[in-house]
Structure formats: structure tokens, C-alpha cells
């Protein structure tokens, strides 16, 4: 089980993408979702979190530039990036602080893969 993030590609500063979080066969339910990033030779950090109640927290960097949603139907939350800027280049990855997998077990949720956002100047 994992969740998988997509969406990422190359765009110029100014412009748009929106990110996905999706989780896969075997995962009923995710928790508390956060997108973060890690640029090259940095830490990976929080850019945002939203709680299954739709709770939300943006990290400072982002605020006004970024939104964060998600669909609980479609067990996916979103990010949509505008106004992006060469310093958001970084490989984003999504995390669930829990999740319920089809058999009922709550578990950690796993870091997949992330996707790679190229900004250029």
C-alpha cells in the first residue's frame, strides 16, 4: 500500500500545477494528509496539511500561493500550485499521519515516491 504522488513537470515562473495524492488498492481510508518538499541538499519540510475535517495549515512560504483540498471519495488531496517560483523547485512528496487499510488495521502511513516540480526563471 502507498500513496502516490503526481502531477509535477516543468513550468515557468508564474505558472500553474496541481499535484495529487491518491491512495492505492488496499487503503480504505487516509487520515491527516501534509504535502512536503525537498529541494537538493535541503531537508524535506511541510508545505501544507489538511485533517479529514478539512482543517488546513499552510507553511509560511506558501500562503496565498498554494491550496490545499481533498476528496474522501477518491481517497486523493490535492495541491494546487499557482504564482510558482524558481524556489519551489523540489521533489514533492505526500504523507498521511494514519491510514485504514480495507481489513480495518490502522497503520502509519507510508512516504511513496514524489514527483519532481522544476521551476524555471
Known amino acids: 500500500v502507498q500513496l502516490q504522488a503526481s502531477g509535477g513537470g516543468l513550468v515557468q515562473a508564474g505558472g500553474s500545477l496541481r499535484l495529487s495524492c491518491s491512495a492505492s488498492e488496499g487503503i480504505s481510508e487516509i487520515n491527516a494528509v501534509g504535502w512536503y518538499r525537498q529541494a537538493p541538499g535541503q531537508d524535506r519540510g511541510l508545505v501544507a496539511a489538511i485533517t479529514r475535517g478539512g482543517l488546513i495549515n499552510y507553511n509560511g512560504f506558501v500562503k496565498g500561493r498554494f491550496i490545499i483540498s481533498r476528496d474522501d471519495a477518491k481517497n486523493t488531496v490535492y495541491l494546487q500550485m499557482n504564482n510558482l517560483k524558481p524556489e519551489d523547485t523540489a521533489v514533492y512528496y505526500c504523507?498521511?499521519?494514519?491510514?485504514?487499510?480495507?481489513?480495518?488495521?490502522?497503520?502509519?502511513?507510508?512516504w511513496g515516491q514524489g514527483t519532481l516540480v522544476t521551476v524555471s526563471s
Open positions: 504523507n498521511a499521519d494514519r491510514i485504514k487499510l480495507t481489513d480495518g488495521t490502522i497503520v502509519l502511513g507510508p
